[in-house]
């Protein structure tokens, strides 16, 4: 079992061959589908000595191929059959699935919270991305870590570099979230407050009521007013990248309670009546403002008796 030996920490592009690996490629352009993905950089992502630079990239990773390359490294040899397995049996084998898949394998074998832990951090700084999804998904599945431990454990993969690394994570801790919203909330509030844009962001994009690619929360869709304690403290964020998630999390919110939309939008242009805030009231508005608008195509339309 992996439990019984304490793994090392991969070091991002630790081996001569990621050393090796050309600027051309290092500094390229993502496809633009995931057909039009050379073989060279195909072949370097399933080896895990670089990273995907676009959601094209990150959907064509072999995770099964990735393990094989990785998992001798860490000793884990013994893991490989049962993700094979895993993956094979999927229904719809998506990268999302396939990320989530191996993640669970890695939570089941690593029993202990101390060597679920010890496995986390042997591959939250490797060179691939996709790895250190794994790393996320083994966290959001182990049952035995508590929610301030799960979420202290993913703030800096909340803060990561690649994109795809900061949406697993959230995603990772946002069952536990829904689960324990009151606590989370709490939690969440210093994160509200941190220099950095990706962690600010991580707190509104966790606890979006619908969210993307993942179950809703139901509490929030019903009761919205239960964040906003994270919310305020973004309303006028100089971040775009916050913003956006501030003004999808009211969008969000306007499909269940479109009164509560319209009532803290109205507060907020008038407690902070910035460019920023503006901006967030302005696409937070826009599925209220679409039906609206269509509401009053049909009334047009109808007929005069």
């Known amino acids: 079992m992996a439990d019984q030996h304490k793994t090392p920490k991969l070091k991002r592009n630790s081996s001569a061959a990621a050393d090796a690996v050309p600027a051309s490629i290092l500094n390229r352009k993502g496809a633009r589908n995931t057909a039009a993905v050379s073989a060279d950089v195909r072949a370097l992502l399933n080896a895990g000595l670089i990273e995907s630079v676009n959601l094209c990239e990150w959907l064509i990773v072999d995770h099964e191929r990735l393990a094989e390359n990785v998992f001798p490294e860490l000793g884990w040899q013994s893991c490989l059959p049962q993700v094979s397995s895993a993956l094979k049996n999927l229904k719809t084998p998506t990268a999302l699935k396939k990320t989530f898949a191996v993640g669970e394998i890695l939570a089941q074998l690593h029993t202990s919270k101390t060597a679920a832990a010890s496995a986390f951090e042997s591959l ?152 920023a805030t503006q901006a967030i009231v302005k696409r937070a508005l826009r599925t209220l403002k679409k039906n609206e608008t269509l509401g009053a195509f049909r009334y047009k339309m109808t007929p005069i008796e």
Request: aromatic share 6%; glycine share 2%; with cysteine.
């Open 124 to 275: 939250r700084d490797h060179s691939s991305d996709t790895v250190r999804t794994w790393a996320c998904a083994l966290i959001g599945q182990k049952t035995a870590i508590t929610l301030a431990e799960k979420l202290s454990l993913l703030q800096p993969l909340a803060a990561d570099p690649n994109m795809g690394v900061r949406e697993i994570a959230w995603m990772a801790a946002r069952p536990l979230i829904s689960q324990q919203l009151p606590e989370a909330i709490q939690l969440l509030s210093s994160w509200v407050q941190n220099k950095d844009e990706r962690i600010r962001r991580f707190a509104s994009e966790a606890t979006r009521p619908r969210g993307v690619w993942c179950a809703h929360i139901k509490e929030l869709k019903e009761s919205p007013e239960l964040a906003l304690s994270l919310l305020v403290p973004l309303r006028s964020d100089e971040s775009k990248y916050v913003r956006d998630s501030v003004a999808n999390w009211l969008n969000d919110a306007s499909k269940s309670r479109p009164d509560f939309v319209r009532q803290t939008c109205q507060t907020w242009l008038s407690e902070s009546p910035t460019p």
